[in-house]
């Protein structure tokens, strides 16, 4: 039996997209000569669809989208990830498609409500296991969790009637996933004694990442098949299910669940109608891919590439402006914006001020030369002696301080979105995850923006992805090697550094992964070997920004846990620990 993974980039709300997407891929399928093409979970409205779900007329569009799509679907059985509201319910589910009629529905029983998920808010648990039967091949379905987490009851009972068991996912990326979930897979197909077929959509949607990377595990958990990271692609294996499975070696399985088999019958003896007859002479056996995994520099740069493009797409921009300083983060900022939209769709404006040092501003242009990007330079000096002549009764005689550099910073933005207002361009912010973390940035300066490239990218990662960027050339890469040795430096004072008011990177990266990510306490921290002291002022700035963070713009997420839905905080927080 032949399957097609679909791994497709649907957008949110766009169902007649959608719909014209996965009919296009069903045709790939056919061509392929696929008996099953399996799409991801709810790619009919994109996902997550949020509380577009509680809308009446958003499920009843949904629908006709949906059977827009049957209307393709001849010679093979589709199954496709769409919302179905039923006897009052909403579920996530799976629609089961044959000779252009949906035959049956599969809903998902494990909902997630850990991390940026909230199905529970929206969708009911189904309750019943579903079983397709195709030409005398039993197949399972699942969708995400039911399969991935530690759900075993969604697919209890499945085992003992199926040899091959499909899941529909939405799996957002973060660093090192991959890994865990061909680990878990393969797991859960040895531990079942059944094929394991896991298709995975793709795209960017706001902060989060999909990143494809579909598998394919037989039954002694053997990897048959791997589908590319970041890109669309139609996955195909054949797969045998007398080779092993647990149906024919007679296995028990821990815990049953009432299991609806719907079969399929290329003879057209199912009520539903006659699949039209497969060719007298099947298609020519496959070697299935088995993509290589990326590195990880790689991994992540090619992340913060899709989840721009498809932001900036997706929302219908064109073009973005970002402001270039010279600095290691603006740089990388502007690679991943060129290598994601290309160099006629990116602005870079170079904003010097008394403090901004010679080679700073030489590297700015220089970086946005070799990417052969738009440049322009708007120096804010006469702007800034503006602001301080207005000022000046109420400014201290050193104009060096925080409100000083502030203002800098907010002329800036203040540029920058006035561009964005004229031609259209999308801000594009350029502050990484470390500063953000601490709220080493300005409200309404540096934050003001419609996209934060690198907000969950901490900075000893941005020196890598640098080096990364810089190894694929052309020449010695985009990005001057000054840039990337040069001490960081914000330029808003005489001889400023990151460092006069930040501990080292390397050690504040550490605080913030243990503090942000894992959630570990301060004292926590400190039995680790960090300076106590040190550690509760981290902290302590890291509490006091969160209403910067708050009003900042979304950006692409990498890790298991960033800056926004995965971290929800009240702004007005006393405790303390």
């Not at 296009?24 to 779900?53: Q, S, T």
């Not at 919302?83 to 089961?96: V, W």
């Not at 502050?431 to 080493?440: I, P, R």
């Not at 694929?472 to 006069?500: F, N, V, W, Y």
């Amino acid at each position: 039996m032949r399957i097609a993974l679909a791994q497709v980039d649907p957008t949110v709300g766009d169902l007649s997209g959608n719909a014209a997407l996965t009919a296009a891929w069903v045709e790939k399928a056919v061509v392929a000569g696929a008996d099953m093409v399996v799409f991801p979970e709810l790619v009919i409205c994109g996902y997550p669809p949020e509380d577009l779900v509680l809308r009446d007329y958003f499920l009843a569009d949904c629908r006709q989208a949906l059977l827009e799509v049957a209307e393709s679907c001849q010679n093979l059985v589709a199954v496709v990830g769409t919302p179905l509201r039923e006897d009052g319910m909403i579920y996530n589910a799976a629609a089961i498609i044959w000779n252009r009629q949906v035959v049956g529905w599969y809903r998902k029983i494990i909902l997630p409500d850990y991390a940026g998920f909230d199905e529970k808010r929206y969708f009911t648990p189904g309750e019943n296991a579903v079983v397709v039967e195709i030409g005398g091949t039993r197949v399972g379905l699942t969708i995400a969790e039911d399969l991935e987490g530690s759900g075993a009851a969604a697919v209890g009972g499945l085992s003992e009637r199926a040899e091959v068991i499909v899941n529909l996912a939405m799996s957002p990326y973060y660093r090192g996933r991959g890994r865990v979930r061909e680990e878990k897979l393969a797991e859960r197909a040895r531990s079942l004694g059944t094929w394991v077929c896991w298709v995975n959509g793709v795209g960017g949607q706001d902060d989060l990442v999909f990143d494809g990377h579909s598998l394919v595990f037989d039954p002694q958990g053997g990897l048959r098949a791997r589908a590319p990271q970041f890109e669309e692609a139609l996955l195909l294996v054949d797969v045998h299910p007398q080779a092993g499975s647990r149906l024919h070696r007679g296995l028990p399985v821990t815990e049953s669940r009432t299991v609806n088999v719907i079969a399929v019958h290329p003879d057209g003896s199912n009520d539903a109608g006659s699949l039209p007859a497969k060719p007298a002479v099947p298609p020519p056996s496959l070697s299935p891919d088995l993509a290589q995994p990326l590195s990880p520099e790689a991994e992540v740069y090619s992340a913060l590439c899709l989840g721009v493009r498809d932001y900036i797409r997706k929302n219908r921009f064109e073009q973005v402006v970002l402001g270039i300083s010279g600095g290691l983060d603006s740089a990388l900022t502007a690679c991943i914006a060129v290598d994601a939209l290309g160099a006629d769709e990116v602005h870079m404006v170079s904003m010097p001020s008394r403090y901004s040092s010679k080679g700073t501003k030489n590297d700015a242009r220089e970086t946005a030369k070799r990417l052969g990007a738009k440049y322009y330079e708007i120096p804010i000096e006469p702007i800034y002696t503006s602001y301080l002549d207005c000022l000046a009764p109420f400014l201290d005689s050193d104009t060096s301080g925080v409100t000083e550099q502030n203002i800098q910073a907010r002329i800036r933005g203040n540029l920058l979105m006035a561009l964005s207002n004229q031609f259209g361009w999308l801000v594009l912010t350029t502050g990484n995850k470390s500063e953000t973390a601490v709220g080493y940035t300005t409200l309404y300066g540096d934050m003001a923006g419609g996209f934060a490239v690198l907000k969950d990218v901490p900075k000893t990662l941005v020196y890598r992805l640098a080096d990364y960027r810089n190894a694929l050339g052309p020449g010695g890469g985009p990005i001057p090697e000054s840039t990337i040795r040069r001490p960081p430096s914000a330029e808003l004072a005489p001889d400023q550094t990151d460092q006069d008011t930040l501990p080292p990177y390397e050690l504040l990266d550490e605080i913030v992964e243990a503090y942000v990510v894992r959630d570990e306490s301060p004292d926590e921290l400190a039995v680790l070997g960090s300076d106590r002291a040190l550690v509760r002022r981290v902290v302590g700035m890291i509490d006091g920004s969160e209403h910067k963070r708050r009003q900042g713009p979304p950006g692409v997420r990498i890790s298991p846990k960033g800056f926004g839905k995965d971290r929800q905080l009240p702004i007005t927080n006393r405790y303390r620990k």
